[in-house]
């Protein structure tokens, strides 16, 4: 008889999943470990869970590192991290399950499926269809306001009314999350169940994918998450110990003095299908699955196989991503080519959790990278995901070897760290002073058009102080610039995050009584209420 013991090595043999030694069973994989590691290491990682597949096997997950600094648990391939962006294409998959059973179509108006959908231009409201709302060519960019305030999910997708379009439609790409949340209200009208239900019922469960949840609310109690994306949790300093689940990584961010400092898990539940899950290397892995064996699981057609293809399928030619693979944007999944075959990736982008997806379908291979530190201005958030990406494909391919980490070192020091210099907004010298006292700034402002919530001015230390209404929004500070123009500022804790993504400035308007009557920031003008 055989032991219990043996039939776990037996059965961990057999899915080449339990940990990163089995690689050295798998042509191409050996000394998998020991890159990773120096790869980890060159880019500065705290913590990095990767998973190879090919075909309906996982032939490497492994773990390396720590889930939180300061603490020595190990990340390993069951980790959980906040995986972003790469939601998305979960989200695609849902309308595309939908789109077999005849409920819905690609080229139907958004409208038709998502009662009350408004855009700012009445025209594009009604013809805008869910093609165009998942391929980033509605010519509407991001929005701000639903990542500082604290929101649901009806008042953040509202903000798309008063988002006037910055591109052509259908003739530009401009990346939306707010799109995609609204995508998955489209889920949720045609289903019958909400987006959350419809992904876990309907994906995570016939993929096995047991450690996945599609909220931090999963994971944690409320006072542990920061309720708004640029916000803070209630509980202040958050650990890894706080989680429900004793097996999660916390995010890291470098902050303006170069620190890595730990930041709590953050809600994107108000456009929850852009990127709201949580997963697992091992789990993702499974998820890529279902991708490289044309939709299907265990002998089971998840997803038509022509659905597959056109989830695969390039929608807008318009995007100028060219790291370090250039790409154009399908269903959920950005598309390009690698040695001579289709390849397919996409990233998450949780502040502290930069997260990475990329497949070749046609060889059967995809590669995980889930990770916990971010560094906003030192280099791109997906090189080191890259490098052991594209090198595991390199080794499975049995082509010559690119030295990923030199090249990818090279294009940011000679390329992307010259174009994030030239975007860098010097001080003028000398400091123009604020016209008035900080004190007449300081009041509460409302955008009478946009459903915001008020924003908060007061003086705090000597600095006025920004911030918006609810426990857990966003607080930042206003660094006199030049009289009545202010920079806004995040709190350390967030280092640059806030910089880069392009929240600069804040205006104020005076009236000839000397009296400040609105301000200008982020998308619009906000009036000062008395």
């Known amino acids: ?28 994989l050996q000394g998998l470990d020991s890159y990773i590691e120096r790869t980890s290491e060159h880019w500065k990682g705290v913590g990095v869970a990767v998973a190879v597949v090919q075909g309906e096997q996982i032939i490497y997950a492994r773990g390396f590192g720590v889930r939180e600094l300061g603490d020595d648990a190990k990340v390993d391939a069951d980790t959980l991290f906040q995986v972003g962006s790469t939601t998305k294409g979960f989200t695609t998959t849902a309308l595309g399950m939908l789109v077999d059973e005849g409920k819905l179509a690609w080229d139907d108006a958004a409208i038709d499926h998502f009662p009350g959908f408004q855009l700012y231009d009445p025209w594009v409201t009604r013809h805008l269809t869910v093609r165009d709302m998942v391929s980033h060519r509605s010519g509407i960019a991001g929005v701000r306001y639903n990542l500082m305030a604290v929101m649901n999910e009806d008042q953040a997708l509202a ?167 250039p790409t154009q944007a399908a269903l959920g999944w950005f598309r390009g080519e690698y040695r001579g075959t289709a390849y397919l990736q996409h990233g998450g982008g949780v502040i502290g959790f930069p997260a990475f997806v990329a497949m070749l379908p046609e060889r059967r291979l995809g590669v995980v990278v889930l990770a916990n530190v971010l560094y906003m201005k030192e280099q791109p958030s997906f090189a080191m995901h890259n490098a052991i990406a594209l090198h595991v494909f390199d080794r499975l391919l049995g082509v010559t070897e690119t030295d990923w980490n030199e090249r990818l070192s090279k294009y940011v020091r000679e390329v992307w760290r010259p174009r994030q210099a030239a975007q860098e907004i010097e001080r003028p010298v000398p400091i123009v002073a604020p016209s008035l006292a900080l004190e007449e700034y300081a009041g509460n402002y409302v955008d009478r058009q946009r459903p915001t919530g008020a924003l908060r001015l007061d003086v705090a230390n000597g600095q006025l102080r920004l911030s918006f209404n609810g426990e857990g929004a966003f607080v930042g500070y206003l660094e006199p610039w030049y009289q009545n123009v202010f920079r806004l500022r995040s709190r350390s804790g967030l280092g640059d995050w806030l910089d880069v993504s392009g929240n600069g400035f804040v205006t104020f308007t005076v009236d000839a009584a000397g009296k400040v009557i609105s301000l200008t920031a982020m998308e619009g003008e906000l009036q000062r209420v008395r």
């Open 1 to 28: 008889m055989i032991s219990l013991a043996a039939c776990r090595v037996v059965a961990a043999l057999v899915t080449l999943a339990c940990s990163g030694a089995v690689a050295a069973a798998v042509p191409g």
């Open 159 to 325: 903000q798309l009314r008063f988002s006037e379009p910055v591109g052509a439609f259908r003739d530009s790409y401009h990346y939306s999350n707010l799109m995609f949340g609204s995508a998955g209200r489209i889920v949720q009208h045609v289903s019958g169940r909400s987006w959350h239900e419809f992904v876990k019922q309907r994906i995570f469960v016939p993929l096995g994918m047991n450690r996945s949840g599609t909220s931090p609310y999963d994971f944690w109690d409320a006072r542990y998450v920061a309720p708004a994306f640029i916000g803070d949790a209630a509980a202040g300093k958050v650990s890894a110990r706080d989680a429900r689940d004793r097996n999660v990584a916390m995010p890291h961010i470098a902050d303006r003095n170069g620190s890595v400092v730990t930041l709590p898990w953050r809600s994107y539940d108000n456009a929850a299908a852009a990127g709201s899950i949580v997963s697992s290397a091992n789990d993702m892995a499974k998820w890529l699955m279902l991708h490289l064996s044309e939709g299907r699981v265990a002998g089971r057609q998840l997803l038509k196989q022509q659905t597959v293809d056109e989830l695969h399928t390039v929608q807008n030619l318009h995007v100028r991503n060219d790291f370090p693979i």
